[in-house]
């Protein structure tokens, strides 16, 4: 059935229920000088190529590749779109690898037409913090798909990953494959429910008219909560205790420390947003919410080409009830322009979701741990982890 991920070190689905296997590294490191030194084969036509996304001209075939080729959902009416400035954030966080970032091209035209990429992370499984590698962007144009090349691709990012003595990766997923360690649900808020029911995001309810549809979905013009404001950079010492303090929680979560937190959550301009509520009283802060910004391209609508979406990252609530604080979030992601709010039911979240009216969505995540056992399946309550 899976005839490369068999051969893969990560849970087979004929494992499943064998409690008698140990939770923990599926094989052991090999020492450095047995890794192969060489690239994997590609088909003759094709090239390797290391990417420098900070080089405008590459930067550019890395985003026209993924804005042509990359996630759709199951019916082909929406593309991910993510944009240059929010590609060379998730691909340069604090001690990230260029060899990690990884390209394919045509030897005779010069044309991108794979890539993938890794970034480093610490990753705390249960009572293990673990150096991994989180994966993410595997994407080969759509011509040359089902000939076997993403498996090259994924060997290749291995090899690059076991080279700096890393043995362990994280990554998600929208299709099942050898295991899950969880599965999660996309549920969706409207902000702009006339826009997402003209381009097929969503549909009228029964026995719901557009003007009352618009109603239900209403929000306040601005935030309730006294002391809600924009995250700055001398917020990171608080706001990262109050993250760690938190993730500490989760049975999987990243090991954040100030830097992460910095790279991580510091706003940037239509790639992060994050707020914090410092109390009035102590300026303790004490609350913090977070969502990145990943638009879609609406395929085929006359009217409309992009879907501007903010995906809820790390929220943290001590004082301030989680769902005004969410609340807030969708107020100002409101005033931005955003037209729909997307979360998963990781971490907390399933306190908020239902009624703040975000509804179920048709697209389900699996999150996935390479190298590494876990022996059940875990609750998307128990994931601390957000990937991009
Ligand atoms: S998930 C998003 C993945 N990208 C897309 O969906 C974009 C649109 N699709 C495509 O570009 C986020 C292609 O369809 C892709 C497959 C490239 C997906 N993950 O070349 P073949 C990520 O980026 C397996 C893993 O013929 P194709 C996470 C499939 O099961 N494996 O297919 C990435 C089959 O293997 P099997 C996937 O359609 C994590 C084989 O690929 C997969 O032309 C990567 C078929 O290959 C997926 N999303 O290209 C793993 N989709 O055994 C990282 C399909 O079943 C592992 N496949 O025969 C860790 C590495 C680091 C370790 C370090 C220690
Ligand atoms: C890893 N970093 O399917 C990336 N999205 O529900 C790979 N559906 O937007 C992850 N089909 O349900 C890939 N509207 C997995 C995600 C792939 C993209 C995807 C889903 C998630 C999605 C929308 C649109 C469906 C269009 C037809 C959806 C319903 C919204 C509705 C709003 C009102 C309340 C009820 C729900």
Not at 5 to 14: A, L, S
Not at 60 to 78: G, K, R
Not at 129 to 145: D, G, P, Q
Request: glycine share 4%.
């Amino acid at each position: 059935r899976h005839k490369f991920w068999e051969t893969q070190p990560v849970g087979q689905f004929k494992d499943i229920g064998n409690s008698s296997l140990p939770e923990g590294p599926i094989e052991p490191p090999t020492p450095l000088s047995e890794v192969k030194q060489e690239p994997y084969n590609l088909p003759n036509l094709y090239e390797w190529v290391t990417c420098d996304i900070n080089s405008e001209e590459m930067c550019d075939e890395i985003y026209n590749l993924l804005a042509n080729n990359y996630v759709e959902d199951d019916e082909n009416m929406f593309r991910f779109n993510y944009s240059k400035e929010f590609l060379r954030w998730a691909l340069q966080p604090p001690g990230y690898f260029k060899s990690w970032h990884i390209g394919v091209r045509v030897k005779s035209s010069k044309k991108m037409v794979a890539f993938i990429t890794g970034v480093p992370a610490r990753i705390r499984v249960r009572d293990e913090v673990v150096n991994m590698a989180e994966i993410n962007f595997l994407c080969v144009h759509k011509k040359l798909r089902t000939k076997r090349l993403a498996p090259v691709m994924i060997k290749e990012v291995t090899r690059r990953v076991h080279l700096e003595n890393m043995w362990q990766a994280t990554y998600t997923a929208g299709v099942v494959l050898p295991t899950p360690i969880a599965t999660c649900q996309y549920w969706h808020r409207s902000l702009n429910p006339k826009k997402l029911i003209d381009v097929g995001f969503s549909r009228l309810g029964a026995r719901m008219t557009m003007s009352r549809t618009i109603k239900l979905y209403k929000l306040p013009e601005s935030t309730v909560t006294p002391g809600f404001r924009k995250m700055e950079i001398h917020d990171v010492p608080a706001v990262t205790r109050l993250i760690r303090n938190y993730l500490s929680h989760f049975s999987v979560a990243p090991d954040f420390d100030e830097n992460d937190v910095e790279h991580w959550l510091l706003p940037r301009e239509n790639v992060v947003d994050s707020f914090l509520v410092e109390s009035p009283q102590t300026h303790e802060v004490t609350d913090f919410c977070s969502f990145y910004t990943l638009p879609s391209t609406i395929l085929g609508n006359q009217n409309y080409s992009v879907l501007k979406a903010a995906y809820s990252f790390y929220n943290v609530s001590t004082v301030t009830p989680l769902l005004q604080l969410i609340n807030d979030a969708l107020i100002v992601a409101k005033q931005k322009d955003y037209d729909v709010f997307n979360a998963l039911d990781v971490m907390q979240n399933d306190a908020f979701l239902k009624e703040l009216k975000f509804g179920p969505g048709d697209g389900k995540l699996h999150y996935y741990l390479y190298n590494y056992r876990l022996r059940h399946a875990l609750k998307p309550s128990e994931l601390g982890l957000v990937l991009l």
